[in-house]
Protein backbone atom coordinates (compact mmCIF):
# COMPACT_ATOMS: atom_id res chain seq x y z
CA UNK A 1 0.00 0.00 0.00
CA UNK A 2 1.18 3.31 -0.05
CA UNK A 3 1.59 5.52 3.20
CA UNK A 4 -0.35 8.61 3.20
CA UNK A 5 0.54 10.66 6.83
CA UNK A 6 -2.47 12.71 6.81
CA UNK A 7 -6.60 11.97 7.24
CA UNK A 8 -8.49 12.74 3.76
CA UNK A 9 -11.44 14.89 5.21
CA UNK A 10 -12.83 14.59 1.04
CA UNK A 11 -12.53 12.26 -1.55
CA UNK A 12 -11.66 13.73 -4.92
CA UNK A 13 -14.62 13.64 -7.62
CA UNK A 14 -14.45 11.36 -10.73
CA UNK A 15 -16.94 13.97 -11.95
CA UNK A 16 -15.11 16.20 -14.56
CA UNK A 17 -16.17 19.25 -15.82
CA UNK A 18 -18.05 22.29 -13.64
CA UNK A 19 -18.06 19.96 -11.03
CA UNK A 20 -14.05 19.48 -10.65
CA UNK A 21 -14.24 23.15 -11.38
CA UNK A 22 -16.02 23.75 -8.60
CA UNK A 23 -14.12 21.28 -6.14
CA UNK A 24 -11.24 23.04 -6.74
CA UNK A 25 -12.44 26.09 -6.47
CA UNK A 26 -13.09 25.31 -2.73
CA UNK A 27 -10.06 23.18 -2.02
CA UNK A 28 -8.12 26.09 -3.05
CA UNK A 29 -9.99 28.06 -0.11
CA UNK A 30 -9.47 25.29 2.64
CA UNK A 31 -5.79 25.18 2.52
CA UNK A 32 -2.21 25.54 0.28
CA UNK A 33 -2.73 21.30 0.26
CA UNK A 34 -5.64 19.34 1.20
CA UNK A 35 -5.33 15.50 2.19
CA UNK A 36 -8.24 13.98 -0.46
CA UNK A 37 -9.23 10.58 -0.88
CA UNK A 38 -8.66 8.74 -4.44
CA UNK A 39 -10.06 5.55 -5.73
CA UNK A 40 -8.88 2.54 -3.70
CA UNK A 41 -8.34 4.24 -0.90
CA UNK A 42 -4.86 6.23 -1.86
CA UNK A 43 -4.34 9.79 0.11
CA UNK A 44 -2.71 12.03 -1.34
CA UNK A 45 -2.56 16.21 -1.22
CA UNK A 46 -4.22 18.44 -3.40
CA UNK A 47 -2.82 21.23 -4.63
CA UNK A 48 -4.54 24.14 -6.52
CA UNK A 49 -3.31 27.30 -5.29
CA UNK A 50 -1.64 28.75 -8.24
CA UNK A 51 1.39 29.76 -6.47
CA UNK A 52 1.87 26.44 -4.46
CA UNK A 53 1.40 24.49 -8.03
CA UNK A 54 4.32 26.41 -9.33
CA UNK A 55 6.29 26.07 -6.08
CA UNK A 56 5.72 22.13 -6.11
CA UNK A 57 6.22 21.71 -9.88
CA UNK A 58 9.83 22.60 -9.62
CA UNK A 59 10.58 21.59 -5.82
CA UNK A 60 14.03 19.36 -5.71
CA UNK A 61 11.86 17.87 -2.46
CA UNK A 62 9.44 16.34 -5.00
CA UNK A 63 9.57 13.30 -7.45
CA UNK A 64 7.34 11.96 -10.26
CA UNK A 65 9.29 7.97 -9.06
CA UNK A 66 7.17 6.37 -6.87
CA UNK A 67 8.98 3.06 -7.11
CA UNK A 68 12.21 4.31 -6.13
CA UNK A 69 10.75 6.60 -3.19
CA UNK A 70 8.39 4.66 -1.35
CA UNK A 71 10.00 1.49 -0.58
CA UNK A 72 6.49 -0.12 0.94
CA UNK A 73 4.58 0.32 -2.30
CA UNK A 74 4.47 -2.95 -4.59
CA UNK A 75 3.80 -2.81 -8.55
CA UNK A 76 0.43 -3.52 -9.52
CA UNK A 77 -1.08 -3.21 -5.89
CA UNK A 78 -3.37 -0.47 -7.04
CA UNK A 79 -4.64 -1.36 -10.26
CA UNK A 80 -5.87 2.67 -11.23
CA UNK A 81 -2.98 4.07 -10.46
CA UNK A 82 -0.41 0.95 -12.44
CA UNK A 83 -0.73 2.96 -16.04
CA UNK A 84 0.58 6.00 -14.50
CA UNK A 85 3.28 4.69 -11.85
CA UNK A 86 4.59 1.58 -12.84
CA UNK A 87 5.78 2.21 -16.26
CA UNK A 88 9.66 3.30 -16.36
CA UNK A 89 9.59 6.10 -18.62
CA UNK A 90 10.00 9.59 -18.67
CA UNK A 91 6.89 10.53 -17.02
CA UNK A 92 8.23 8.61 -13.78
CA UNK A 93 11.72 8.82 -14.40
CA UNK A 94 14.14 11.68 -12.86
CA UNK A 95 17.35 13.33 -12.75
CA UNK A 96 19.84 11.60 -15.03
CA UNK A 97 17.54 8.81 -15.78
CA UNK A 98 15.14 11.54 -16.94
CA UNK A 99 17.64 13.30 -18.74
CA UNK A 100 18.32 10.50 -20.80
CA UNK A 101 15.18 9.41 -22.26
CA UNK A 102 14.13 13.10 -22.92
CA UNK A 103 17.31 14.05 -24.13
CA UNK A 104 16.37 11.38 -27.29
CA UNK A 105 12.87 12.90 -27.48
CA UNK A 106 13.29 16.72 -27.63
CA UNK A 107 15.39 17.18 -31.11
CA UNK A 108 12.04 15.69 -32.97
CA UNK A 109 9.87 18.44 -30.85
CA UNK A 110 11.91 21.40 -32.37
CA UNK A 111 10.76 24.58 -33.35
CA UNK A 112 12.01 23.65 -36.77
CA UNK A 113 10.52 19.76 -37.11
CA UNK A 114 7.41 21.16 -35.78
CA UNK A 115 7.33 23.67 -38.14
CA UNK A 116 7.81 21.27 -40.90
CA UNK A 117 4.86 19.41 -39.82
CA UNK A 118 2.66 22.20 -41.01
CA UNK A 119 2.29 21.32 -44.40
CA UNK A 120 0.85 17.68 -43.73
CA UNK A 121 -1.59 19.32 -41.04
CA UNK A 122 -3.06 21.60 -43.37
CA UNK A 123 -3.57 18.31 -45.91
CA UNK A 124 -4.94 16.41 -43.21
CA UNK A 125 -7.63 18.91 -41.90
CA UNK A 126 -8.28 19.65 -45.85
CA UNK A 127 -9.09 15.95 -46.30
CA UNK A 128 -11.36 15.88 -42.57
CA UNK A 129 -13.11 18.59 -43.65
CA UNK A 130 -14.08 18.05 -47.11
CA UNK A 131 -15.13 14.32 -45.66
CA UNK A 132 -17.48 16.25 -42.87
CA UNK A 133 -18.87 18.93 -46.02
CA UNK A 134 -20.80 15.70 -47.57
CA UNK A 135 -22.98 15.75 -44.26
CA UNK A 136 -26.11 17.25 -44.66
CA UNK A 137 -26.16 20.49 -42.86
CA UNK A 138 -29.08 19.88 -41.08
CA UNK A 139 -27.97 17.20 -39.47
CA UNK A 140 -26.64 16.57 -36.14
CA UNK A 141 -22.90 15.63 -36.26
CA UNK A 142 -20.47 14.64 -33.04
CA UNK A 143 -17.70 17.17 -34.28
CA UNK A 144 -15.63 15.47 -31.33
CA UNK A 145 -15.25 11.92 -33.14
CA UNK A 146 -15.39 13.69 -36.97
CA UNK A 147 -12.71 16.25 -36.25
CA UNK A 148 -11.53 16.80 -32.80
CA UNK A 149 -10.46 13.52 -32.31
CA UNK A 150 -9.29 12.34 -35.65
CA UNK A 151 -6.40 15.72 -35.92
CA UNK A 152 -3.80 14.65 -33.03
CA UNK A 153 -4.07 10.96 -33.52
CA UNK A 154 -3.61 10.98 -37.12
CA UNK A 155 -0.44 13.35 -36.36
CA UNK A 156 0.74 10.65 -33.94
CA UNK A 157 0.64 8.47 -36.71
CA UNK A 158 2.59 10.75 -38.92
CA UNK A 159 5.33 11.56 -36.17
CA UNK A 160 5.54 8.20 -35.53
CA UNK A 161 5.77 7.39 -39.44
CA UNK A 162 2.70 4.37 -39.49
CA UNK A 163 2.55 3.17 -42.58
CA UNK A 164 -1.16 3.90 -44.74
CA UNK A 165 -1.38 -0.65 -44.15
CA UNK A 166 -1.10 -0.41 -40.20
CA UNK A 167 -2.76 2.95 -39.68
CA UNK A 168 -6.48 1.73 -39.26
CA UNK A 169 -5.90 -0.59 -37.13
CA UNK A 170 -3.16 1.79 -35.05
CA UNK A 171 -6.43 4.37 -34.95
CA UNK A 172 -8.74 2.07 -33.75
CA UNK A 173 -6.73 1.12 -30.77
CA UNK A 174 -6.00 4.66 -30.12
CA UNK A 175 -9.33 4.94 -29.66
CA UNK A 176 -9.92 1.68 -28.02
CA UNK A 177 -7.25 3.24 -25.04
CA UNK A 178 -9.09 6.21 -24.50
CA UNK A 179 -12.68 4.24 -23.53
CA UNK A 180 -12.94 4.85 -19.72
CA UNK A 181 -16.56 2.08 -19.51
CA UNK A 182 -14.54 -0.92 -20.69
CA UNK A 183 -13.24 -4.05 -18.03
CA UNK A 184 -9.66 -4.86 -16.97
CA UNK A 185 -9.56 -7.48 -18.77
CA UNK A 186 -10.45 -5.70 -22.07
CA UNK A 187 -8.15 -2.70 -21.53
CA UNK A 188 -5.25 -4.57 -21.17
CA UNK A 189 -6.29 -6.60 -23.95
CA UNK A 190 -6.18 -3.26 -25.74
CA UNK A 191 -2.74 -2.38 -24.47
CA UNK A 192 -1.32 -5.80 -25.40
CA UNK A 193 -2.69 -5.17 -29.06
CA UNK A 194 -1.17 -1.49 -29.21
CA UNK A 195 2.16 -3.05 -28.12
CA UNK A 196 2.21 -5.79 -30.89
CA UNK A 197 1.22 -3.37 -32.92
CA UNK A 198 4.22 -0.59 -31.71
CA UNK A 199 6.84 -3.67 -31.98
CA UNK A 200 5.82 -4.63 -35.72
CA UNK A 201 6.30 -0.27 -36.66
CA UNK A 202 10.09 -0.54 -34.74
CA UNK A 203 10.56 -3.57 -37.29
CA UNK A 204 9.40 -1.59 -40.23
CA UNK A 205 11.50 0.85 -39.23
CA UNK A 206 14.43 -1.31 -38.61
CA UNK A 207 14.46 -2.39 -42.26
CA UNK A 208 13.37 0.90 -43.93
CA UNK A 209 13.99 3.91 -41.58
CA UNK A 210 12.17 7.23 -42.24
CA UNK A 211 12.20 10.92 -41.28
CA UNK A 212 9.77 10.38 -38.53
CA UNK A 213 10.30 9.93 -34.66
CA UNK A 214 10.50 6.26 -34.49
CA UNK A 215 13.10 5.79 -36.45
CA UNK A 216 14.34 9.02 -34.68
CA UNK A 217 14.75 6.95 -31.58
CA UNK A 218 15.99 3.66 -33.19
CA UNK A 219 18.83 5.82 -34.53
CA UNK A 220 19.07 8.25 -31.29
CA UNK A 221 22.55 7.47 -30.39
CA UNK A 222 23.93 7.75 -33.66
CA UNK A 223 22.90 11.69 -34.03
CA UNK A 224 25.08 14.62 -34.00
CA UNK A 225 25.32 15.32 -30.17
CA UNK A 226 25.58 19.05 -30.74
CA UNK A 227 22.86 19.75 -32.57
CA UNK A 228 20.62 17.22 -30.41
CA UNK A 229 22.03 19.18 -27.47
CA UNK A 230 20.89 22.46 -28.33
CA UNK A 231 17.22 21.72 -29.42
CA UNK A 232 16.60 19.82 -25.88
CA UNK A 233 17.67 22.47 -24.59
CA UNK A 234 15.47 24.56 -26.35
CA UNK A 235 12.89 21.39 -25.53
CA UNK A 236 13.11 21.63 -22.15
CA UNK A 237 10.84 24.98 -21.58
CA UNK A 238 9.99 27.50 -18.94
CA UNK A 239 11.33 27.19 -15.82
CA UNK A 240 13.05 24.02 -16.94
CA UNK A 241 16.62 22.69 -16.42
CA UNK A 242 17.27 19.18 -17.25
CA UNK A 243 19.78 17.21 -15.64
CA UNK A 244 22.31 16.00 -18.28
CA UNK A 245 22.14 13.09 -19.48
CA UNK A 246 24.03 10.56 -21.11
CA UNK A 247 23.85 9.85 -24.71
CA UNK A 248 22.90 5.79 -24.76
CA UNK A 249 20.35 3.93 -27.55
CA UNK A 250 17.34 2.90 -26.16
CA UNK A 251 16.47 -0.28 -25.14
CA UNK A 252 13.44 -1.55 -26.93
CA UNK A 253 11.56 -2.17 -23.79
CA UNK A 254 12.83 1.60 -23.13
CA UNK A 255 11.59 2.75 -27.15
CA UNK A 256 7.51 1.17 -26.46
CA UNK A 257 6.87 2.56 -23.41
CA UNK A 258 8.29 6.14 -25.03
CA UNK A 259 5.92 5.64 -28.47
CA UNK A 260 3.08 4.43 -25.58
CA UNK A 261 3.30 7.57 -23.40
CA UNK A 262 3.49 10.02 -26.34
CA UNK A 263 0.47 8.09 -27.37
CA UNK A 264 -1.34 9.08 -24.73
CA UNK A 265 0.50 12.41 -23.99
CA UNK A 266 -0.55 13.61 -27.13
CA UNK A 267 -4.02 12.73 -28.14
CA UNK A 268 -6.51 12.83 -25.32
CA UNK A 269 -4.57 16.53 -24.61
CA UNK A 270 -4.72 17.95 -28.05
CA UNK A 271 -8.46 16.62 -28.66
CA UNK A 272 -9.63 18.44 -25.34
CA UNK A 273 -8.07 21.37 -26.36
CA UNK A 274 -9.46 21.46 -29.77
CA UNK A 275 -13.06 20.15 -28.10
CA UNK A 276 -13.14 23.21 -25.40
CA UNK A 277 -11.92 25.89 -27.86
CA UNK A 278 -14.82 25.14 -30.53
CA UNK A 279 -17.30 24.98 -27.44
CA UNK A 280 -16.17 28.39 -26.22
CA UNK A 281 -15.75 30.07 -29.49
CA UNK A 282 -19.47 28.92 -30.37
CA UNK A 283 -21.11 30.71 -27.32
CA UNK A 284 -18.88 33.42 -27.74
CA UNK A 285 -19.80 34.41 -31.26
CA UNK A 286 -18.43 38.01 -30.52
CA UNK A 287 -15.13 36.46 -29.70
CA UNK A 288 -15.39 34.67 -32.87
CA UNK A 289 -15.64 36.89 -34.91
CA UNK A 290 -13.13 39.07 -33.53
CA UNK A 291 -10.49 35.67 -34.54
CA UNK A 292 -12.03 35.48 -37.60
CA UNK A 293 -11.05 39.14 -38.47
CA UNK A 294 -7.81 38.96 -37.50
CA UNK A 295 -5.78 35.55 -37.52
CA UNK A 296 -3.31 37.21 -35.83
CA UNK A 297 -5.50 36.24 -32.71
CA UNK A 298 -5.50 32.53 -32.86
CA UNK A 299 -3.20 32.33 -30.45
CA UNK A 300 -5.42 34.36 -27.90
CA UNK A 301 -8.04 32.27 -28.41
CA UNK A 302 -5.81 28.93 -27.78
CA UNK A 303 -3.88 29.97 -24.70
CA UNK A 304 -7.44 31.28 -22.79
CA UNK A 305 -9.25 28.14 -23.59
CA UNK A 306 -6.01 26.28 -21.86
CA UNK A 307 -6.00 28.82 -18.81
CA UNK A 308 -10.30 28.29 -18.59
CA UNK A 309 -10.32 24.81 -19.38
CA UNK A 310 -6.80 22.98 -19.00
CA UNK A 311 -6.67 19.67 -21.03
CA UNK A 312 -5.45 18.16 -18.01
CA UNK A 313 -6.50 18.73 -14.79
CA UNK A 314 -4.40 16.32 -12.36
CA UNK A 315 -1.78 13.42 -13.69
CA UNK A 316 -1.14 10.95 -10.84
CA UNK A 317 1.36 11.66 -9.47
CA UNK A 318 4.60 13.05 -7.19
CA UNK A 319 5.94 12.23 -3.59
CA UNK A 320 7.64 14.43 -1.41
CA UNK A 321 11.15 13.00 -0.90
CA UNK A 322 11.45 15.00 2.24
CA UNK A 323 9.11 16.76 4.37
CA UNK A 324 7.72 19.99 2.82
CA UNK A 325 5.85 23.02 5.40
CA UNK A 326 4.05 24.98 3.38
CA UNK A 327 2.55 26.92 5.77
CA UNK A 328 -1.05 27.60 7.56
CA UNK A 329 -0.20 24.24 9.25
CA UNK A 330 0.44 22.44 6.87
CA UNK A 331 3.26 20.04 6.58
CA UNK A 332 3.96 17.25 3.74
CA UNK A 333 5.64 14.49 4.73
CA UNK A 334 8.31 12.40 3.37
CA UNK A 335 6.79 9.69 1.48
CA UNK A 336 3.25 11.31 1.08
CA UNK A 337 1.82 11.58 -2.03
CA UNK A 338 1.05 15.10 -3.89
CA UNK A 339 -1.76 16.18 -6.74
CA UNK A 340 -1.28 18.75 -8.66
CA UNK A 341 -3.84 20.50 -10.40
CA UNK A 342 -2.39 22.06 -13.35
CA UNK A 343 -5.70 23.73 -14.03
CA UNK A 344 -5.76 25.66 -10.52
CA UNK A 345 -3.54 28.43 -11.35
CA UNK A 346 -5.63 29.34 -14.53
CA UNK A 347 -8.85 29.48 -12.61
CA UNK A 348 -7.16 30.99 -9.33
CA UNK A 349 -8.76 34.41 -8.48
CA UNK A 350 -5.32 35.12 -6.73
CA UNK A 351 -3.94 35.43 -10.36
CA UNK A 352 -6.52 35.89 -12.55
CA UNK A 353 -9.61 38.36 -11.98
CA UNK A 354 -12.81 36.70 -13.07
CA UNK A 355 -10.83 33.51 -13.77
CA UNK A 356 -13.79 31.25 -15.12
CA UNK A 357 -14.92 33.93 -18.21
CA UNK A 358 -13.27 33.06 -21.32
CA UNK A 359 -12.12 36.15 -22.69
CA UNK A 360 -9.70 36.58 -25.55
CA UNK A 361 -8.99 40.07 -24.92
CA UNK A 362 -7.54 39.69 -20.98
CA UNK A 363 -3.76 40.82 -21.00
CA UNK A 364 -2.58 38.00 -19.15
CA UNK A 365 -3.89 34.31 -20.51
CA UNK A 366 -0.77 32.93 -17.85
CA UNK A 367 -1.45 29.40 -17.33
CA UNK A 368 0.41 25.92 -16.24
CA UNK A 369 -1.30 23.74 -18.69
CA UNK A 370 1.86 21.85 -19.90
CA UNK A 371 3.81 21.84 -16.67
CA UNK A 372 6.87 23.62 -15.30
CA UNK A 373 9.90 22.09 -14.88
CA UNK A 374 11.86 19.29 -15.69
CA UNK A 375 9.04 17.62 -17.22
CA UNK A 376 7.60 20.48 -19.12
CA UNK A 377 5.65 19.29 -22.21
CA UNK A 378 8.05 18.29 -24.86
CA UNK A 379 4.72 18.38 -27.09
CA UNK A 380 3.85 21.70 -26.67
CA UNK A 381 4.51 23.48 -29.92
CA UNK A 382 2.94 20.68 -31.90
CA UNK A 383 -0.23 20.62 -29.81
CA UNK A 384 -0.50 24.75 -30.14
CA UNK A 385 0.27 24.21 -33.72
CA UNK A 386 -2.65 21.39 -34.50
CA UNK A 387 -4.74 23.98 -32.60
CA UNK A 388 -3.88 26.86 -34.63
CA UNK A 389 -4.30 25.41 -38.13
CA UNK A 390 -7.25 22.91 -36.99
CA UNK A 391 -9.52 25.43 -35.38
CA UNK A 392 -9.54 28.78 -38.20
CA UNK A 393 -9.89 25.84 -41.49
CA UNK A 394 -13.21 24.24 -39.43
CA UNK A 395 -14.54 27.81 -38.73
CA UNK A 396 -13.73 29.17 -42.31
CA UNK A 397 -15.08 26.10 -43.73
CA UNK A 398 -18.21 25.88 -41.52
CA UNK A 399 -18.76 29.84 -41.06
CA UNK A 400 -22.62 29.23 -39.68
CA UNK A 401 -21.29 26.38 -37.55
CA UNK A 402 -23.81 26.12 -33.96
CA UNK A 403 -23.76 23.82 -31.05
CA UNK A 404 -26.92 21.36 -31.87
CA UNK A 405 -27.00 21.04 -27.80
CA UNK A 406 -27.03 24.19 -24.76
CA UNK A 407 -23.94 24.21 -23.79
CA UNK A 408 -24.11 23.02 -20.31
CA UNK A 409 -25.63 19.94 -21.73
CA UNK A 410 -22.28 18.85 -22.67
CA UNK A 411 -21.25 16.08 -20.39
CA UNK A 412 -17.88 15.95 -19.28
CA UNK A 413 -15.84 13.02 -19.44
CA UNK A 414 -16.25 11.74 -15.79
CA UNK A 415 -12.58 11.57 -14.42
CA UNK A 416 -10.13 13.87 -12.27
CA UNK A 417 -7.78 13.42 -14.60
CA UNK A 418 -8.33 14.49 -17.67
CA UNK A 419 -10.78 17.90 -18.44
CA UNK A 420 -12.67 16.77 -21.94
CA UNK A 421 -16.05 15.90 -22.87
CA UNK A 422 -17.63 12.83 -24.89
CA UNK A 423 -19.36 14.72 -27.88
CA UNK A 424 -19.43 18.06 -29.49
CA UNK A 425 -22.95 17.96 -31.14
CA UNK A 426 -23.00 20.72 -34.47
CA UNK A 427 -24.59 21.55 -36.95
CA UNK A 428 -22.36 22.30 -40.14
CA UNK A 429 -25.19 24.15 -41.33
CA UNK A 430 -23.35 25.08 -44.80
C1 LIG B 1 4.28 16.02 -20.34
C2 LIG B 1 0.18 18.52 -20.97
C3 LIG B 1 0.39 17.64 -25.77
C4 LIG B 1 3.98 14.51 -24.97
C5 LIG B 1 3.20 16.84 -20.13
C6 LIG B 1 2.90 17.50 -18.88
C7 LIG B 1 1.73 18.15 -19.05
C8 LIG B 1 1.31 17.97 -20.41
C9 LIG B 1 0.95 18.95 -17.99
C10 LIG B 1 3.77 17.51 -17.65
C11 LIG B 1 3.62 16.29 -16.78
C12 LIG B 1 4.38 16.46 -15.47
O1 LIG B 1 4.25 17.50 -14.81
O2 LIG B 1 5.04 15.52 -15.08
C13 LIG B 1 -0.11 18.50 -22.33
C14 LIG B 1 -1.20 19.22 -22.94
C15 LIG B 1 -1.15 18.98 -24.29
C16 LIG B 1 -0.01 18.10 -24.52
C17 LIG B 1 -2.20 20.08 -22.17
C18 LIG B 1 -2.05 19.46 -25.40
C19 LIG B 1 -2.84 20.50 -25.32
C20 LIG B 1 1.41 16.77 -25.98
C21 LIG B 1 1.82 16.26 -27.27
C22 LIG B 1 2.82 15.35 -27.04
C23 LIG B 1 3.05 15.31 -25.60
C24 LIG B 1 1.21 16.68 -28.62
C25 LIG B 1 3.58 14.51 -28.02
C26 LIG B 1 3.13 14.10 -29.18
C27 LIG B 1 4.34 14.63 -23.64
C28 LIG B 1 5.39 13.84 -23.02
C29 LIG B 1 5.48 14.27 -21.68
C30 LIG B 1 4.47 15.31 -21.52
C31 LIG B 1 6.25 12.79 -23.70
C32 LIG B 1 6.41 13.75 -20.60
C33 LIG B 1 7.59 14.68 -20.43
C34 LIG B 1 8.47 14.34 -19.25
O3 LIG B 1 8.05 13.63 -18.34
O4 LIG B 1 9.61 14.83 -19.25
N1 LIG B 1 2.24 17.18 -21.06
N2 LIG B 1 0.57 17.82 -23.30
N3 LIG B 1 2.19 16.17 -25.01
N4 LIG B 1 3.81 15.50 -22.71
FE1 LIG B 1 2.29 16.77 -23.04
Known sequence: MIPFSAEPTQ???????????????????????VPVRLPEGVGAWSVTRGDVVRRLLTHPGVTRNLKKNVPSYRPGSVPWLAPWVDVDSMATAEGKDHAR????????????????????????????????AGRPGDEVVDLHAAYSYRVPTEMICDLFGVPGSQRPEVLRLFRAVGQTD???????????????????????????????????????????????????????????????????????????STLLLMIGGGSTTTINLID?????????????????????????????????????????????????????GVLIRAGDAILICYGAHGRDPAVHADPGTFDIDRASKEHIAFGLGAHFCPGSRLA???????????????????????????????????????????YLRH
Open 384 to 426: RLEAQVALPALFERFPRLELAVAPDEIEPVPTFIGNGIGSLPV
Open 11 to 33: TLGSTGGRCMYAQVDRLREEGPA
Open 182 to 256: VSEVESIAVNDALVAEMRSLITTKRDEPGEDLTSFLLAAHEEDGEEAGEEYREGAGEGGRVAAGEQQPLTEHELI
Open 101 to 132: LRKLITPAFSPRRVDAMHGRLDTLVSRLLDDL
Open 276 to 328: HTVRELLTHPDQLKTVMADPGRWSDAVEESMRVHCPVMHLPMRWAVEDIDLGE
